[in-house]
């Protein structure tokens, strides 16, 4: 086989080699980044904003709030799990006779914090446009009895309707006039029926401390 000349051949391999050792040189540089920015990828801690490490938020149930629905069996819901036992146990007795006449007994309202109380009463004001007005509707922290877990709200015309009827037989009893939803406990009541009620909470005397 004929050789190519000297000059060719002199000119032309080491211009092959460099081209083949620069492309090579280029490869390697691109893997060599590549590997680097993985490696830093799979070691970064994650993100402080990254939901396995953000911590999860208070209830917004915590304080006395009552979701939709509520119902005198929902322990999970801190304004029904610490009402006063003997409520409780009322309310549940006088709901499963209400449930097989086809009637619910919903919770608008139970035991409060007196943080979440004194809020509901800033409300009040700010909507009826005095103190002496919001008394009539929502008590301080110091003397409302959601606080301590005594008294509760019913919700839904149907519940009221049937515990205005039948209440008094569990010792459950309206306590205010201007609050049909509003039910507290008086066992003497078993026997010889609610107490006269009070116009609104500012004639009880116990709104008087």
């Not at 990828?41 to 994650?46: A, D, E, I, K, N």
């Not at 917004?60 to 801190?78: I, M, Q, S």
């Not at 008094?168 to 107490?195: D, F, S």
């Amino acid at each position: 086989m004929n050789q190519p000349p000297l000059s060719a051949r002199t000119s032309t391999g080491p211009l092959h080699r460099r081209l083949v050792v620069g492309v090579a040189a280029v490869i390697a540089a691109i893997a060599a980044t590549l590997g680097y920015q993985a490696q830093n990828s799979s070691s970064s801690p994650p993100s402080s904003h990254s939901p396995s490490s953000s911590a999860a938020p208070p209830s917004k149930f915590a304080h006395g709030a009552v979701p939709d629905g509520t119902t005198v069996f929902d322990e999970d819901v801190p304004a029904v799990a610490k009402l006063d036992p003997e409520l409780l146990e009322a309310l549940r007795r006088a709901a499963e006779k209400a449930a097989s006449e086809g009637v619910s007994l919903y919770v608008n309202g139970g035991w409060r914090s007196p943080r979440y109380q004194e809020r509901l009463l800033r409300e009040a004001i700010a909507e009826y446009g005095s103190e002496a007005e919001a008394a009539r509707w929502v008590a301080t922290a110091k003397t409302s009895p959601h606080v301590s877990g005594e008294a509760v709200d019913i919700g839904r015309s149907p519940a009221t309707a049937w515990l205005s009827e039948h209440g008094a037989a569990y010792g459950l009893c309206q306590i205010y006039r201007n609050e049909p939803w509003h039910y507290e406990l008086r066992p003497e009541a078993i026997g010889r029926g609610c107490p006269q009620m009070y116009a609104d909470p500012t004639q009880d005397p116990r709104m008087q401390k």
